[in-house]
């Protein structure tokens, strides 16, 4: 079945430290994105990418990077430069025509401590 | 500024009575609204997408209706099953996707 798996469940984050997250799709879609979720407020984008080699800052970039070697793939790293990084994380995918807007994978939760 | 509000943020019910989710937008030039459904702890699905005003969609218990500055997101006859956070997302003709805070939404037995 085609889909996108986000890796791991959940994180722990000692202060100071970067940790990756990890997401992976076999729906041969071009654009990935990847999303915060806090309580209370809507999602946050945070990077996006609509093809291999190239993506773009979201609302919320400052102390997130990302990467896109493969199209099947878009890591996050939350660097230690976030000052605020206890969040629900959502990676998604979407083909180009967005007929079913977004696909989601099963989030990370990422906590400091 | 293009901005999607729902309404409202929580909503319980009993099980079997009916009601509307409601998420109002403004956005240049629509091109798509999207409803999804989560579970706590877990990403969106998919549900609906609706393009134009006056166009609806149904699945099972739930139908949903666009029009000119809003939709809605009709629940007939809820089981509890049917508990879960309502999202509401527009496309805007910048291509830009913004997400509602969602609707809580909870069915008691």
């Known amino acids: 079945d085609g889909g996108i798996t986000q890796s791991p469940k959940y994180l722990f984050r000692k202060e100071g430290q970067n940790v990756t997250l990890s997401c992976e799709q076999n729906?041969?879609?071009?654009?990935m994105y990847w999303y915060r979720q806090d309580p209370g407020q809507g999602l946050r984008l945070i990077y996006y990418s609509q093809i291999v080699n190239d993506f773009q800052k979201g609302d919320i970039a400052e102390g997130y990077s990302v990467s896109r070697e493969k199209k099947e793939s878009f890591p996050l790293t939350v660097t230690s430069a976030q000052k605020n990084p206890t969040a629900f994380y959502l990676c998604?995918?979407?083909?180009?025509?967005?007929?079913?807007?977004?696909?989601f994978g099963s989030g990370t939760r990422l906590t400091v401590v | 500024e293009d901005q999607v509000t729902q309404s409202p943020e929580a909503l319980r019910l009993q099980e079997g009575e009916s009601s509307s989710l409601n998420c109002s937008y403004t956005?240049?030039?629509?091109?798509?609204l999207f409803w999804y459904r989560q579970d706590p702890g877990k990403g969106p699905e998919f549900l609906f997408t609706?393009?134009?005003a006056g166009e609806e969609k149904e699945k099972e218990r739930l139908k949903a209706t666009l029009t000119k500055k809003e939709s809605f997101l009709h629940i007939t006859a809820p089981k509890p099953e049917d508990s879960a956070t309502y999202l509401c997302?527009?496309?805007?003709?910048?291509?830009?996707?913004?997400f509602g805070k969602g609707t809580r939404l909870h069915i008691l037995p």
């Open positions: 998604a995918s979407s083909s180009r025509d967005r007929i079913y807007g977004y696909t």
């Open positions: 609706l393009y134009s």
């Open positions: 997302a527009v496309q805007g003709g910048d291509d830009k996707i913004i």
């Open positions: 729906l041969n879609h071009d654009a």
């Open positions: 956005v240049s030039g629509l091109r798509g």
